[in-house]
């Protein structure tokens, strides 16, 4: 009866939308995200995590980022994530690759390199 998932978004402001019709809302701000053992950050659990060092060691990290959905590319979002919401995909999907991504990037770098005075990594 509605269609499917229509390619193009709805902008800010007022719309008549039918009421036959659902209609999922996306941020488009930037939102920040945390993994932190840190219960102020918006976790009560200790989100942080082990990464592993080039020369064999773990650490523990806490980690922040900043994401945005592209309001362009909602339509496809929606469709891949199964009409999840945004705090669902950040906690299911984001926050997984933001992981995976610390732990590829941390074991090419030795200990000294992660902790030292190097201003990129």
Do not use: C
């Not at 499917?4 to 019709?21: A, E």
């Not at 299911?92 to 005075?117: N, P, Q, R, W």
């Amino acid at each position: 009866m509605n269609g499917g998932v229509k390619d193009k978004t709805l902008g800010q402001g007022w719309h008549l939308i039918s009421p036959f019709k659902k209609v999922v809302e996306y941020s488009v701000a930037t939102e920040q995200a945390f993994l932190s053992k840190d219960k102020k950050e918006g976790s009560p659990d200790d989100d942080s995590f082990l990464i592993p060092s080039k020369d064999g060691k773990t650490l523990n990290v806490d980690l922040e980022f900043a994401y945005h959905f592209d309001n362009e590319q909602l339509p496809q979002t929606f469709t891949r994530f199964k009409g999840q919401k945004g705090k669902e995909i950040e906690q299911t999907f984001i926050k997984g690759k933001m992981k995976a991504y610390a732990t590829e990037v941390s074991s090419k770098f030795s200990v000294l390199d992660i902790y030292g005075e190097k201003e990129v990594i």
